[in-house]
C-alpha cells in the first residue's frame, strides 16, 4: 500500500481539528455517535486501517463483488468492475471508485483501464510521456489531479490555465463554456510542444469526457476509505449490518433485496412480533428480527407504545392483554395479526381474527369504562372459535407482501418451483461453470437501470435474483426495442442468452418472456385459452363442520357481526 497516501488519509481523517474562531458560538449536532474503538462491547477498532485493508474476510467480500448494503460500492455496476479488477487492495478500490463515473466511464477509459489492468502488453501509449506521468493508472486519467498533471507536464499550460481547466470540470463551474475557452490555447501549447493533430485531439477528447463528471483522489479515497470499513462489518457482523441498512431505509435496493440478501448470507429473518422486536429492524448472531417500523399502515405512535408498554410491563400473555393495555384499535391489531407479528400468542391468525372481533364488536374491551376483572380469563365463546386451521402458505406471503412491501416466509419464485427447478434453466450459482455458453435463466426482479448508447439507441440492465444468488440481464438496443414492454414489472423473467465471459454474473439477452400467474394457472388446469372453467376444489376441514355445529345460529352471529 502507499505509506504516504495512507498517512494522509488518516492525518486528515482523525485528527484534523478546525481554528478555535471558527467555532465559537457553533453547536455542532450529530445523530449517531462514532463506532467505538476497540472496548468490551466493541472487540474491534473500525479505525485501524492496517487491520482492515489486511482482513482476508473484507478483502474476499470486496474482490468477490458480494457488496449488497455497502457504501458506494453496491450497485450491480460497481460489483462487476470488483470483480472484473479483482480488487484487493485500497489503491486499487480507490481507482475503482473513481473510473466507474460518467466522467472516465463514458470516455472508453474505464474499459481500456480494466483491459491494461488485466494485461499488461495493452498498457501502450500514444504519448511516451504518459506512461511515466500515470505509471499508478496505467496512463490513463481517472482523477481530476491527472488532467491538472497532464495539462502541464504534457500539453504545457501553466498551472494556473491547468486549475482554470479543472475548476471548469468539476462541482458548480462544471461546465463545457468554460472548457471552449481554454480549448484554443491547449491546442496551441500541444503544436508547439512538437504533437500532432491526432495526439492533440485524442488528449483533449480524454480531459475533455471529465466534464461530464469526476473526482478528484481524495474524494475516491475517502469513499474507497468508508467502502472497507462498512464491507468489514458485512464480512464480520452480517445480521448486526443488514439490520441497520434495513432500518436506514436501504440505499440502492429495495428492501426486499438486503432481506434475501441476509438469507444468501445465511441468516434466518424472523417476522415482526408484539413480544421481541423493536421499533427498528435488530440483528444478533444469525438472525435479523424485522422490526415494526417495517409495516405499512402501523403508526408510530402504535409502534411506541407497545414497546414502551412492554418495557415496564413485560411480555403480552394474550389478544385480550394486548388490547387492554396498548388500546390498539381495529385496523392496526388486524394488521398486526395478518402479517404475523402476533405468532408469539401461540394461536393460528384465523383464531386471533375471530378473537378480535369479539374483543372490540361485542365484549367492548377498549371502551373507557370497560372493567372485567376476569379478562385473562378464557370464556366458552373463545375457547368455541379456537381453530387449528391456519392461513395457507399462499395467502401468508400475501398477507406480509401487502404489510411489508415482501415476502418473509418464502421467496416469490418459490411458487413458481416447478420451472426453476426444471433441469433446463441455469441457476446463478451454476453461472460460472458456464462462461461463454448459452443458458436459460428465471429471475426474480431486484433493479433496473436503462441507458442510452453512444449512438442513442436505448438499452437496459435488469438486475435479478433466483433462490441461489443475483445475475445481470444486459439488454442491448436491438434486443430491447422486442422486449420493452415485458421489462416493466417484477417477473419471475425467462431470460435466454450467453453468459458473460469477462464477468459471469452478466447474461446477455436473445430471448426475454415474463412467467405470468396466467401461465401457472393454465398449467395446473385452472385456466386455459378455450375458456372452459375446470373449477378449484374447495376444501372444507371437518374440523369447521364440527365448529359450526357446536355454534347455534346467535353465537355465530355474535362471534362475526358483534
Given amino acids: 500500500m502507499n505509506t504516504n497516501l495512507f498517512k494522509m488519509i488518516e492525518s486528515s481523517y482523525l485528527t484534523y481539528k478546525p481554528p478555535k474562531e471558527w467555532l465559537n458560538g457553533l453547536k455542532i449536532k450529530t ?33 468477490s463483488g458480494k457488496t449488497i448494503g455497502c457504501f ?27 473510473i466507474i463515473r460518467p466522467g472516465v466511464a463514458e470516455s472508453g477509459m474505464m474499459q481500456e483501464f480494466i483491459a491494461r489492468h488485466k494485461d499488461p502488453s495493452r498498457r501502450k501509449y500514444f504519448i511516451p510521456e504518459m506512461g511515466e506521468l500515470l505509471a499508478e493508472t496505467y496512463g490513463i486519467m481517472i482523477y481530476q ?29 462544471r461546465s463545457h463554456d468554460a472548457m471552449r475557452k481554454i480549448e484554443g490555447n491547449f491546442f496551441a501549447s500541444c503544436k508547439r510542444k512538437g504533437y500532432t493533430d491526432a495526439q492533440t485531439k485524442e488528449l ?49 435496493y429495495s428492501a426486499a433485496v438486503y432481506v434475501w440478501e441476509a438469507v444468501r448470507c445465511g441468516l434466518k429473518v424472523k417476522l415482526p412480533s408484539i413480544n421481541h422486536s423493536m421499533y427498528e429492524y435488530t440483528g444478533s448472531g444469525n438472525e435479523i428480527r424485522i422490526g415494526l417500523m417495517a409495516i405499512k399502515n ?27 393495555r396498548t388500546k390498539t384499535g381495529f385496523e392496526e391489531s388486524s394488521i398486526l395479526i395478518k402479517c404475523g407479528a402476533m405468532g408469539c400468542l401461540k394461536k393460528t391468525r384465523p383464531t386471533l381474527l375471530r378473537l378480535l372481533d369479539i374483543y372490540i364488536h361485542k365484549r367492548k374491551l377498549l371502551e373507557e369504562n370497560y372493567n372485567d376483572l376476569f379478562v385473562s380469563e378464557s370464556f366458552a365463546l373463545e375457547n368455541e372459535v379456537d381453530t387449528q386451521q391456519n392461513f395457507s402458505l399462499e395467502e401468508i406471503c400475501k398477507q406480509e407482501y401487502e404489510a411489508f412491501g415482501y415476502m418473509v416466509t418464502r421467496h416469490p419464485l418459490h411458487f413458481y418451483k416447478k420451472y426453476i427447478d426444471d433441469k433446463s434453466i441455469t441457476k446463478a450459482v451454476e453461472m460460472p461453470q458456464k462462461k461463454g455458453k448459452y443458458a436459460k435463466m428465471i429471475g426474480w426482479y431486484m433493479t433496473s437501470k436503462r441507458i442510452k448508447t453512444r449512438s442513442g439507441e436505448i438499452m437496459k440492465f435488469l438486475s435479478l435474483e433466483d433462490l441461489t444468488g443475483t445475475f445481470e440481464a444486459v439488454i442491448f438496443p436491438k434486443v430491447y426495442h422486442q422486449y420493452a414492454e415485458l421489462t416493466s414489472s417484477m417477473g419471475p423473467y425467462v431470460v435466454e442468452g450467453i453468459i458473460d465471459e469477462n464477468d459471469h454474473t452478466n447474461l446477455i439477452v436473445k430471448k426475454l418472456s415474463v412467467l405470468s400467474l396466467q401461465i401457472v394457472k393454465s398449467d395446473f388446469g385452472k385456466d386455459s385459452v378455450e375458456n372452459t372453467y375446470l373449477g378449484d376444489v374447495e376444501k372444507i376441514p371437518e374440523e369447521d363442520f364440527r365448529l359450526a355445529e357446536k355454534l347455534n345460529q346467535e353465537k355465530l352471529r355474535r362471534a362475526y357481526l358483534g
Avoid at 74 to 82: A, C, K, T, V, Y
Avoid at 219 to 246: G, N, R, T, W
Fill in 31 to 63: 445523530i449517531y455517535p462514532p463506532i467505538p474503538r476497540k472496548t468490551a462491547e466493541v472487540d474491534f477498532d473500525i479505525y485501524d486501517f492496517e487491520m482492515l485493508f489486511n482482513d482476508k474476510p473484507t478483502i474476499d467480500l470486496i474482490r
Fill in 72 to 98: 458506494y460500492i453496491e450497485s450491480p455496476g460497481m460489483r462487476s468492475l470488483l470483480r472484473r479488477l479483482d480488487v484487493h487492495t485500497f489503491e486499487m478500490l480507490t481507482a475503482a471508485s473513481s
Fill in 145 to 173: 489531479e491527472d488532467v491538472i498533471k497532464v495539462a502541464h507536464f504534457i500539453a504545457g499550460l501553466s498551472f494556473e490555465e491547468a486549475d482554470l481547466l479543472r475548476r471548469a470540470m468539476s462541482g458548480k463551474m
Fill in 204 to 252: 483533449w477528447r480524454q480531459i475533455e469526457s471529465f466534464a461530464g463528471y469526476s473526482f478528484c483522489k481524495a474524494h475516491s479515497a475517502s469513499f474507497a476509505l468508508l467502502s472497507y470499513q462498512v464491507a468489514f462489518l458485512k464480512a464480520h457482523y452480517p445480521a448486526e449490518f443488514l439490520a441497520a441498512v434495513l432500518s436506514n431505509g436501504g440505499g440502492f
Fill in 298 to 324: 402501523l403508526s408510530a405512535k402504535t409502534i411506541h407504545k407497545i414497546v414502551e408498554e412492554r418495557k415496564l410491563h413485560g411480555e403480552y400473555k394474550s389478544l385480550a392483554d394486548f388490547l387492554v
